[in-house]
Nanobody, 125 residues
Framework: QLRLVESGGGLVQPGGSLRLSCAAS????????IGWFRQAPGKEREGVSC???????NDADSVKGRFTISRDNAKNTVYLQMNSLKPEDTAVYHC???????????????????WGQGTQVTVSS
């Protein structure tokens, strides 16, 4: 069974940091572009950051300079390091994957095939 499982969410104060993990099972992430998306109550889903097979990232303007996506193919896991968190970062964060060629860039739109269930991130004092 192909699965993506997120972890690492929680409650953090403004200005704090969290690292989210996205672990794959049933398939190898090497052949996939991976993205992180978030959805806050009453808002549409938003693409946050993605990483291509070659390790090139693409970040939303709202998180540039604060969030960093990385991948460890040996562990079949992708990470999202979130620093300088703001209350407006509060949302359920999902990772997602789609099959892509080696040199293709990743995107933050809806071409993703596999989705995780999400992990809650709450930024509040």
């Amino acid at each position: 069974q192909l699965r993506l499982v997120e972890s690492g969410g929680g409650l953090v104060q403004p200005g704090g940091s969290l690292r989210l993990s996205c672990a794959a099972s049933g398939f190898t992430l090497d052949y996939y572009a991976i993205g992180w998306f978030r959805q806050a109550p009453g808002k549409e889903r938003e693409g946050v950051s993605c990483i291509s097979r070659s390790g090139i990232s693409n970040d939303a303007d709202s998180v540039k300079g604060r969030f960093t996506i990385s991948r460890d193919n040996a562990k079949n896991t992708v990470y999202l390091q979130m620093n300088s968190l703001k209350p407006e970062d509060t949302a359920v964060y999902h990772c997602a994957a789609y099959l892509v060629t080696l040199r293709a860039p990743c995107g933050l739109t809806g071409q993703y095939t596999y989705w995780g269930q999400g992990t809650q991130v709450t930024v509040s004092s």
